[in-house]
């Protein structure tokens, strides 16, 4: 099947929507649509669509829609400040191991570092290590490469500064699983549930980046929740692809490194200040704060 639809103009995707039933003014919906688009505003409106039909429930306003949107962006700023905590101490954590076992700074750079994986997966690794280290304007990284112009890496705590989330998860991948659990025993799981959370902290990194909806998403890459712990009695159950799993994942691993996390009252503030917005779509209960990794 080939795509037939012709492009609209903007006043042309207000009357559509108005005629599918937003409840909106014509000239404010058309200032919206400029400034997000409409296939980012639809990510919003979905929810209000009636079964199986493109009309929307009655009540439908874009007031109500844009009062999501102004949470959701809220909500992306409060959650890419604690996984950038986060990802900042995994990362300086991880390589601060590795180096320090190998007593190298550019034992990272080497295939005997990494005895058990093919060297084509080592090479990509480097690829995009090398490629943030190019692009990176850091003035540590310039006075480097010009102090260094011989080398063809930095040293491996400087790379820690500059490695992105994806390229971190590679090197934990190629890790040697005794270097790892250097730092995954510090959370007190399994390896693979570690690395679950990673892959889905990463997956929502990725979402508040790009500014991509978060609120009522679905996550494409689910956390695991440990097994036969009391401490996560109250998780087993809920929805793990809604935010709430994923956010009281992220609340326990703050507590477990000690960091004094804002994420709580910053929640709470949100909460509060939008106490319109539903947050079971979100599968957060009435009583969230009540939950483990959260009183």
């Known amino acids: 099947m080939k795509f037939t639809k012709p492009p609209l103009s903007f006043e042309e995707q207000a009357q559509l929507l108005i005629n599918r039933g937003l409840n909106a003014d014509k000239s404010n919906l058309i200032k919206t649509l400029k400034e997000v688009n409409y296939y980012h505003l639809s990510g919003y409106l979905y929810p209000y669509k009636m079964g199986g039909s493109e009309n929307f429930f009655p009540e439908t306003s874009l007031k109500k829609i844009k009062e999501i949107m102004d949470f959701d962006n809220e909500l992306k700023l409060i959650v890419f400040k604690s996984i950038s905590i986060l990802e900042r101490w995994i990362r300086t954590n991880l390589v601060y191991n ?3 076992h190998y007593k190298d700074p550019f034992a990272y750079t080497k295939y005997s570092s990494y005895p058990l994986q093919p060297h084509y997966k080592i090479d990509e690794f480097l690829d995009h290590l090398r490629n943030e280290m190019n692009n990176s304007r ?3 990284v310039q006075r480097y490469k010009t102090k260094y112009y011989q080398e063809n ?7 820690a500064e500059i490695m992105s989330m994806g390229t ?7 890790m040697d699983r005794r ?3 250097s730092t995954v025993n510090i959370f007190k799981v399994k390896e693979i549930v570690f690395h679950s959370w990673l892959n889905s ?4 990194r990725n979402i508040c980046a790009h500014h991509s909806r978060l609120w009522n998403r679905d996550l494409s890459i689910i956390p695991k929740i440990p097994k036969n712990n009391s401490d996560w009695n ?3 159950g809920r929805n793990n692809k809604k935010l709430f799993i994923i956010f009281s994942v992220i609340m326990y691993m703050l507590n477990q490194i000690n960091c004094n996390t804002t994420l709580k009252d910053d929640l709470h503030n949100l909460f509060v200040e939008y106490r319109n917005i539903k947050l079971i779509k979100m599968d957060f209960p009435q009583n969230w704060k009540h939950y483990n990794f959260w009183i």
Not at 201 to 204: P, S, W
């Open 153 to 159: 890496y930095l040293p491996a705590w400087m790379a």
């Open 98 to 100: 590795f180096t320090i």
């Open 168 to 174: 971190m998860n590679r090197f934990y991948q190629l």
């Open 234 to 236: 109250q998780y087993y």
């Open 201 to 204: 902290i990463r997956d929502l």
């Open 138 to 140: 850091e003035v540590f």
């Open 179 to 181: 270097l790892k659990l």
